[in-house]
């Protein structure tokens, strides 16, 4: 088991930027290829951005492209997503999650076997 827990949202204005984290504890970190999701009221779940087990490789959806940055550290069991330009559409709630390494398809969530409770990032126009 992995327990994930994200940190880091809340209200921002648009035009400026914040840092999400997702702390791991349980199984070894490493061995899991991460991913951030987010879901805006009303709509489906949809994929933001994955990083492989050890960060060689990354992905982003286009709308977040440019703006966004996936990185994270093993040795802190830790995973950040770096948003910068914020726009009112990103306001959602982001869910960091985790699958093992290899399986399946970075952007699709049920792909990912661990979830955190989610955090809440609004941004205001």
């Known amino acids: 088991q992995v327990q994930l827990v994200e940190s880091g949202g809340g209200l921002v204005q648009a035009g400026r930027s914040l840092r999400l984290s997702c702390a791991a504890s349980?199984?070894?970190?490493?061995?899991?290829?991460m991913g951030w999701f987010r879901q805006a009221p009303g709509k489906e779940r949809e994929f933001v951005a994955a990083?492989?087990?050890?960060?060689?490789?990354?992905w982003y959806a286009d709308s977040v492209k440019g703006r966004f940055t996936i990185s994270r550290d093993n040795a802190e069991n830790t995973m950040y997503l770096q948003m910068n330009s914020l726009k009112p559409e990103d306001t959602a709630v982001y869910y960091c999650?985790?699958?093992?390494?290899?399986?399946?398809?970075?952007?699709?969530?049920?792909?990912?076997?661990?979830w955190g409770q989610g955090t809440q990032v609004t941004v205001s126009s």
């Open positions: 349980g199984r070894t970190f490493s061995g899991y290829d």
């Open positions: 999650a985790g699958k093992s390494r290899g399986v399946g398809w970075y952007y699709a969530g049920n792909s990912y076997d661990y």
């Open positions: 990083i492989t087990w050890s960060g060689g490789y990354t």
